[in-house]
């Protein structure tokens, strides 16, 4: 039996990177606790360093409206794979997500789109949602690429998955000239990226891809978190520097929603 999390849009997520070993935690869940009060209309989660889970979870206590995540896992169960871990040891610690694919593991450390796919299979095997960042480069961008990559990125791990294991995942569209720049994506560039990677994800699921967050990421800061969030098609935020600071991601985290 699966016990999936229930998911409320919008998404708002911290990847705090490496950042806050466990003590460090402790200490920012002990204010963001004081600073952000539960929402029932949205989710919240913070992708920790895998060794500052446990404190998470402890810090958190009993804010359930609050989750927590690894930024990677290995694919396979176990093994001799050192200096790894595998969803299913991430899910004992208290994940309940993981990120997959996100730029720096593409581009820093060499991971490829199979792997992308086998990870995000594994994390679904261990009821570990996964949230799938995909997104261009500069030189793409400016090649008009946009949408090959994305689309590329996206196909690759949906071709290994059933629809409605699809329908279990969460997107990130990070484009990776807008992380940690300050330059974020316009409100028009994020919605634009994220209809098409939604046309994909209808093209392979039908109506239900309407269903499947797509979250965007790259410098959100508290004063462009609304403009971004409100922009069509956006279900979401993935936030890295100003996830740090628990009143700066408190704020970004309370956002309004808008519409409905
Ligand atoms: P940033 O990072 O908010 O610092 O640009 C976003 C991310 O990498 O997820």
Redesign the pocket.
Known sequence: MSEWTTIHTPVI?G?W?MHKGPVATHEFFEEFREVYHPHEDRTIIF?TPAISLTAAVEGLGDRADIDVGVQNIHWEAQGAFTGELSARMAWEAGARYT?VG???RRHLFGETDEQAALKVRAALDADLTPML?VGETLEERRAGRVQDVIVRQLEAVAAALSPERLLRILV?Y?PVW?????V?ATPEDASAAHAVLRQRLHDIVGDAAAGIPILY?????PDNAAALLHAPEVDGL??????LDPRGFATIAATPIVGG
């Open positions: 997520a990847n990177k992708f990120l996100h730029s720096e960042c990130a990070e807008a992380i940690g720049t300050g974020n990421g790259g410098s959100v800061k993935l936030v890295g520097g100003a996830s």
